[in-house]
């Protein structure tokens, strides 16, 4: 009952994902981001296994080569990767991970890890997902389009989700998170609590 | 997704279930008990489809002979039964229902409904348990060993229930079943939500 648990969340940008989990942040006093490797050069204020595992290209490629990687992908020409060690540590030690990971990803994880949590966030509609987007102020009309369109796409995925939250209003949304994690941590899937 | 839920709750005796429910009906706004059938005689202030629906012994025996019951049992003296259309009267119209059973029925309820939620409710010791019990000053030395007992021989269905909760503290006793109906109310299990 003590290991931690983990929590994979998807949502289409312009959901507000980020904004929902900083918030249960602050709220939970147990929830850790799942750390990334990553080729990027960290930005300032951006800590070594904190943030990410900053690494270079070489030893990225290693991570690869030495199947240290859960899985990865490369994103505006960096490379970002789970390292396959950290998630199970962390749990093994009490603590609640929290990945944020894209459709495809997600199903990898829920394969290796049958116990997690999945979380799909979405928007209450696609026509409010466009005008969040727009009102970012820094999306072009195309990229605009292009990620309602991939919203789109990814519903067929939120069947796969052990729970969806739809992000009406903020403050229900990151309710509805930390009831997920709180009822969660009473399920019998993850153990049967012996009372002396 | 706007079918109601069924909550099926055990536990045993002196665990605090109805002290915990009570405060949980309170901050619930869709929050119903499943009525009973029952031989039992009303007492001053119990209403007709509130409290139950009280019926005579030929009336109740009635019910069993055209299946109108779910499960029945006596208990000192008078017959108690679910009502076979209640619950699915009750979760189509999106109400939420509250079943407080023994393990026993629990296991055909779920049968019935596999969609249901099953919360097991427990002390947080053997010791305290029986504490509590001697704490009533209503039962006799006899009942609390007897009571403890069968607590014991009900530890071996908590693996049955989708959910445990310990109630240590009555305040977060209260918040973990409510968080457990939260959550629920986002599982995919119980429905996809559409978007437009």
């Given at each position: 009952m003590n290991k931690g648990l983990l929590i994979v969340v998807s949502a289409p940008a312009g959901s507000g994902?980020?904004?929902i989990l900083e918030c249960a942040f602050k709220s939970c006093n147990n929830l850790n981001y799942s750390v990334s490797a990553t080729t990027r050069a960290a930005r300032p204020g951006e800590e070594e296994g904190v943030h990410y595992f900053f690494k270079t290209r070489e030893e990225f490629a290693r991570l690869i080569e030495n199947n240290q990687l859960l899985e990865y992908t490369e994103y505006a020409g960096n490379l970002y990767g789970t390292p396959r060690e950290y998630i199970p540590k962390m749990l093994e030690a009490?603590?609640?991970?929290?990945l944020k990971i894209e459709v495809e990803g997600a199903a990898n994880i829920k394969k290796l890890f049958p116990d997690c949590v999945s979380v799909f966030i979405l928007p209450p509609s696609f026509a409010e997902l466009e005008r969040r987007l727009r009102k970012r102020g820094t999306e072009t009309e195309e990229t605009i389009k292009k990620r309602v369109g991939i919203a789109k796409i990814e519903m067929s995925f939120v069947k796969n989700y052990d729970y969806v939250i739809i992000n009406e209003n903020l403050d229900d949304a990151v309710k509805d998170f930390i009831a997920i994690i709180?009822?969660?941590k009473l399920s019998t899937k993850h153990g049967i609590p012996v009372i002396g």
């Open positions: 994902k980020d904004t009490g603590k609640n991970v929290v709180e009822a969660e």
